[in-house]
């Protein structure tokens, strides 16, 4: 099974900063990434994102989300069936991250199918600053809540087979 990792986000627009940062961590205990490729920054969206992850059999996406009354730190896991628009999963100008990915199937591209598609998204408080560093509520949690972030995204690929 072909998989692809995706750090999704800015890494000069403070919070943005942690789909990225969770693909670098990722990478570290990955013991050996026979069939995985990493994109530890990938700020491409829409239908571009076509380009990126034609021909794999499966998706772990790392980014950040923004809910009414969400808590920074705080982190969804999600599947490409369970999936909620994340901040950089979602384009105004362009088709959103499920439009595009199905967008390909129709048009007979080897994408991943929804079951195959794993997102973490946490939440964040600011996007828009620009900053190399994610606020405090970010960077003090990072420690606790990467690593169960991490054992997570390693037991999927370490577990999941293709149907």
């Not at 595009?100 to 939440?123: K, T």
Request: net charge negative.
């Amino acid at each position: 099974m072909r998989t692809i990792i995706l750090g999704m986000g800015n890494p000069i627009l403070c919070d943005d900063a942690v789909g990225i940062r969770l693909a670098r961590e990722l990478r570290t205990r990955l013991p050996d990434h026979a069939g995985i490729d990493i994109v530890e920054e990938c700020t491409t969206g829409g239908l571009n994102l076509l380009d990126v992850v034609t021909g794999y059999d499966r998706l772990v996406v790392f980014d950040s989300i923004k809910t009414e009354g969400g808590t920074p730190g705080t982190w969804h896991a999600m599947t490409g069936e369970t999936f909620r628009e994340t901040m950089n999963l979602t384009n105004v100008h362009d088709a959103n991250f499920t439009t595009a990915l199905e967008l390909g199937r129709q048009m007979g591209a080897r994408v991943p199918s929804p079951r195959h598609i794993h997102i973490f998204a946490v939440e964040i408080a600011d996007n828009t600053t620009f900053s190399e560093t994610m606020t405090a509520d970010l960077e003090s949690g990072f420690p606790q809540y990467s690593r169960k972030i991490i054992q997570q995204a390693l037991d999927l690929l370490r577990d999941e087979t293709p149907a």
